[in-house]
């Protein structure tokens, strides 16, 4: 997480907490319905603010990222490798599957994971896989 987000999130964390502090005083000081009515003020300004976060991450982002080290392709894979140290030799290698043979192509992969629309022929995942 870098710094920027860890900011964030103790600012938030601060409001959050001045917020429920001002309106429990506002519940002893002054009466219920005076609370009633601030909390549900601070509830739609928090909502709205919410809202905007979230577009505005949408804006950013676009699509979700896959994993790190990961194969992602919107076509056919013959082969995918992630990982150290692998050893295949090319005797091993498969042909790509037809185009036919669809899978789901919305999934992110995570984490040195393959994923394509196509077909995947041969995923090697991990490390020091030995195929000679």
Same mark, same amino acid.
Do not use: F, K
């Given at each position: 997480?870098s710094? =920027?987000?860890?900011?964030?999130i103790?600012?938030?964390?601060?409001?959050?907490? +001045?917020?429920?502090?001002?309106?429990? +005083?506002?519940?002893?000081?002054?009466?219920?319905?005076?609370?009633g009515?601030?909390?549900?003020v601070? &509830?739609?300004?928090?909502? +709205?603010?919410a809202?905007?976060?979230?577009?505005?991450?949408? +804006? $950013?982002?676009?699509?979700? =990222?896959?994993?790190? $080290?990961?194969?992602q392709?919107?076509?056919v894979?013959?082969r995918?490798? =992630? /990982?150290?140290?692998?050893?295949?030799?090319?005797?091993s290698?498969?042909?790509?599957?037809?185009?036919?043979?669809?899978?789901? /192509?919305?999934?992110?992969? &995570?984490e040195?994971?393959?994923?394509?629309?196509?077909?995947?022929g041969?995923?090697?995942? /991990?490390?020091?896989?030995?195929?000679m």
């Open positions: 997480m710094g =920027t987000a860890r900011a964030w103790v600012v938030t964390a601060v409001a959050a907490g +001045l917020a429920s502090v001002a309106l429990v +005083l506002v519940a002893v000081l002054a009466d219920l319905d005076t609370a009515q601030a909390a549900s601070a &509830g739609a300004v928090v909502g +709205l603010l809202l905007l976060v979230s577009v505005i991450a949408l +804006l $950013r982002n676009g699509s979700p =990222t896959a994993g790190a $080290r990961s194969v392709s919107g076509g894979i013959g995918a490798v =992630t /990982g150290d140290r692998n050893r295949l030799g090319p005797a290698a498969p042909t790509a599957p037809s185009a036919s043979a669809s899978s789901p /192509g919305n999934a992110v992969p &995570g040195r994971g393959v994923s394509a629309s196509g077909g995947i041969q995923a090697v995942t /991990g490390d020091e896989n030995e195929d």
